[in-house]
């Protein structure tokens, strides 16, 4: 059984959902250091001038280190309408929009708490949508009491895993004689990028990787899935370090 795991993010990129349609278990980290500047509150959309960055405020100053779950959302800055007619005016000629605003209406409409559940209730949306049927566990249901590389088996071991993938990240800190130490694959993630018809694009007509997957959502609606399944990707270095 595969499992990986990751941060919850603000409108995940495609190869997010990649690692958790690859996967049997996924489990939300929700127990680790929130970083800022990362992904965990905010993602790029597509303009007709580039990439867009929209971000999630949140309450940081005075602080310390926050765990992702108790992160709460400023919600002093009116990002939410910001982000909501950033969507309706660069996605509101996409052939998919109609079919989801409503959606997102809803969330822009609501006051959130905490940076978590927001990112959670877009996730779920999305894997929804795309079909993606992966169990799913948050990190705080499991009982996990370690860091780094420990963390992930202990992880493994809970859920009864024997492969665990990664993305190509890990390469940076896990420690890969321990999965094999433990009896457990260590695989990375080897994620190609699908190209497909988007409403912007770059000089020369090329296409812009690496947007948030409401970009895929609202130009190839749900059928977006076997786009990104078609891709190309998979599992890349497999490695079970004797």
């Not at 909501?84 to 660069?90: A, G, H, I, N, V």
């Not at 052939?95 to 996730?123: H, K, P, Q, T």
Request: net charge positive.
């Amino acid at each position: 059984m595969i499992v990986a795991v990751h941060q919850p993010q603000y409108i995940p990129w495609l190869g997010y959902f990649d690692k958790i349609d690859r996967s049997d278990c996924f489990v939300f980290l929700d127990q680790v250091q929130y970083k800022a500047r990362e992904y965990q509150n905010r993602n790029r959309i597509l303009t007709d001038k580039g990439p867009l960055w929209l971000t999630v405020p949140v309450m940081s100053r005075g602080m310390g280190r926050q765990k992702i779950c108790d992160v709460r959302i400023d919600d002093s800055s009116g990002w939410r309408r910001r982000h909501w007619r950033s969507l309706q005016t660069w996605y509101g000629r996409a052939e998919f929009f109609r079919d989801y605003a409503g959606f997102f209406e809803a969330v822009y409409s609501r006051r959130w708490e905490r940076l978590a559940d927001l990112n959670m209730c877009i996730i779920r949306f999305f894997l929804e949508v795309f079909g993606i049927r992966t169990a799913v566990y948050y990190e705080s249901e499991l009982d996990i009491h370690a860091c780094r590389t420990e963390r992930i088996i202990q992880i493994c071991r809970r859920l009864g895993a024997d492969t665990y993938l990664s993305g190509t990240g890990g390469k940076n800190y896990l420690e890969e004689h321990r999965f094999s130490e433990a009896g457990i694959r260590l695989q990375y993630q080897d994620f190609i990028h699908p190209c497909y018809q988007q409403q912007y694009r770059g000089k020369g007509d090329l296409f812009i990787p690496n947007m948030s997957s409401l970009d895929l959502l609202f130009n190839k609606g749900a059928g977006g899935i076997s786009i990104l399944r078609g891709a190309g990707s998979g599992l890349g270095v497999d490695l079970n370090v004797a």
